[in-house]
Every structure is written in structure tokens, then in C-alpha cells.
């Protein structure tokens, strides 16, 4: 049965927009705004070995299917290579695999997910290769706890999912259990990440860099460089290669399943300067500090 939660999405161009169906409705507590660009969104349920399915309609979300999967033998919240748990977190589809040279284990098709992601990173955690893929044709069926740390579907199951499958866009969002939030708590959180993006977006554009650098966390560190080291590359940067125009699109911002206050924001970034135009997809890894302001304490590409 598919069943309809109503979310409400920031006003913006190219993504889904609904009112509120009744005073204050429960709302998927990690999906604050999704682009007309990302067709459907993944939420695994370590709690009930259940990968479930969602896509942004008009008026709300609607839950398309659900699926039995089988996580990490020691289960969830991996720290460490070879802990044998699946990762929390929000994480992105990123590749295929061929798997007909692979061990009979991983089924028919396997998808890598982009775990250590720089929040990992930040946190030390370690390890990689976490796929979501098949079973051994002969095996039966798996354990809920039967992985190395990845998600294992039933080989039909698998194979009815992949076309689904946006490479580099499918967010899949990993918990024990899936939270619901009220729905000015969504909005609430929904607009405060906006505005601070597009405070984000507004500083790099005009060359504002003390208020640019101010939105970032002074625990933040980029490929080895601490805050102050960063800061002074990302200026001399800046008046090396002037930008002529820069813009932001395809906004995807989401909460952290388990981090209270860690949200992210991913969107595809253009900057035209005079080498050309440079599109990239870019992750920011936001946090709540002390006072409530939302600083940036991680970021990537991808």
C-alpha cells in the first residue's frame, strides 16, 4: 500500500512545493527540500531490515515500496575498516559494478555508495567499499545482520531497484529507525539552511570573505589544511582567479539521521571566471554551533 506524507519544499525553481494538508502534519524528519533533478530518495531501516523507497510528488511523499535488505554482522554505525557495521548517515549512489568476476555474495549488480564522505572524514572514521547489491543465488535468504557492512537485497529486489537508480544523485539516507518531526520544525530547519546557503552563495559571488569565511566552523579543516591555513589559500585563490559569475541550482538540503543538527546541503555549483565555466557538484556538511548558527564543518565535491 503506498502511503502519503505531506512535506513542504522552499519555493525555488525546479523543486517540489505543497501546502501543509492539515494545521501541522508529521513530516519525514530528513528531507527538508528535494529538486525536480532527484527522482526518488532511499531511506534504509536498520531496525526493521527494511530499505524503503520514496519520490517527491506534488502535495507530498509518497512511499512506493519497500524492500527486505540485510546490514553489517555487528550492525550499524560503522567507525573503523573492517568493523564489519553499516555506516549512518546520508550518502549518494555512485557507481556500477560488474560483479560477474566478483564472489557469488554480491549477486547480480552491486552500487558503491561514496562512504568515507568528508563528515566521515571529519569524524576519522575509516574503511570503504560499502555497496548496495545481491545475494548468493543459492544462498537463501540472508540475516538481517549477514554483511561486511553493506546493504544486501534479494536479487529481484536489487534488479527492480536499479532502474530507479540516479549514479551520483540518489541520496540514500541510512538509520536505525525512520523519525518523523512536525512540520514547522521541518520548516523551521528548512529555511534556516537555506538562508544560510544562500549567504553562502551571495558572499563568494560578491567577494565577501569575511562573511564567507565567517560561515565556516574553526574546527574545519580541508586535504590537510586547518581553518587558518584554508582560509588564507581560499583568499589568495580568490585574487588569482576572479569570478564573473556563479550560481547555484539543483538544491537538495537534508538532515542528519543521528547527528542532531548536522544537515547537509548538496546542489551543482556553476562559476564562470576567465579560464571559462567549472560545473561541479558540491556537498556542505552544515552544523549547529552553540549560539544556533549554522556553520560549515565539512565540505566535498561529488
Known amino acids: ?10 519555493v525555488m525553481p525546479g523543486s517540489v512545493c505543497a501546502e501543509f ?8 524528519a530528513y528531507v527538508l ?68 568476476r566478483l564472489h557469488e555474495k554480491y549477486g ?21 567499499g560499502i555497496w548496495i547489491h545481491g545475494v548468493d543465488a543459492r544462498g537463501g535468504q540472508r540475516p538481517p545482520r549477514d554483511t561486511d557492512g553493506c546493504i544486501a537485497l534479494p536479487n529481484d529486489e536489487l534488479l527492480a531497484l536499479e532502474e530507479h537508480l540516479q549514479l ?3 541520496p540514500v539516507i541510512i538509520t536505525r529507525s525512520i523519525r518523523t518531526s512536525p512540520a514547522t520544525e521541518i520548516a523551521a ?46 583568499v589568495r585563490s580568490a585574487a588569482t582567479r576572479p569570478v564573473s559569475d556563479f550560481q547555484v541550482d539543483d538544491v537538495l538540503l537534508l538532515a542528519d539521521p543521528e547527528e542532531p543538527g548536522l544537515y547537509l546541503s548538496r546542489f551543482r555549483q556553476t562559476i564562470v571566471d576567465a579560464n571559462g565555466k567549472i560545473v561541479t557538484i558540491k556537498r556542505l556538511y552544515w552544523r549547529r554551533s552553540e549560539t ?8 566535498d565535491n561529488g
Open 1 to 10: 500500500m503506498l502511503r502519503l506524507l505531506v512535506i513542504t519544499a522552499l
Open 189 to 234: 530547519s528548512r529555511d534556516a539552511l537555506a538562508a544560510a546557503l544562500d549567504s553562502w552563495a551571495t558572499s563568494f559571488r560578491e567577494g565577501d570573505w569575511h562573511t564567507y569565511l565567517g560561515l565556516y566552523a574553526g574546527t574545519f579543516k580541508y586535504r590537510g589544511l586547518d581553518y587558518e591555513e584554508w582560509s588564507a589559500y581560499r
Open 33 to 100: 527540500q528535494v529538486p525536480a533533478t532527484v527522482k526518488n530518495v532511499l531511506i534504509a531501516e536498520s531496525d526493521t531490515a527494511t530499505l524503503h523507497r520514496y519520490r517527491p510528488v506534488q502535495g507530498g511523499v509518497e512511499l512506493l515500496d519497500d524492500r527486505y535488505m540485510s546490514v553489517g554482522q555487528d550492525g550499524v554505525g560503522k567507525q573503523r575498516a573492517w568493523d564489519q557495521r553499516t555506516p549512518l548517515g546520508i550518502y549518494f549512489v555512485v557507481d556500477r559494478l560488474d560483479t560477474t
Open 108 to 128: 547480480p549488480a552491486a552500487f558503491p555508495l561514496d562512504y568515507p564522505n568528508a563528515w566521515d572524514d571529519a569524524q576519522a572514521r575509516t574503511g570503504d
Open 168 to 170: 551520483l544523485w540518489t
Open 21 to 28: 494538508s492539515e494545521p501541522n502534519p508529521e513530516l519525514l
Open 292 to 299: 544556533g548558527a549554522l556553520q560549515i564543518v565539512a565540505e
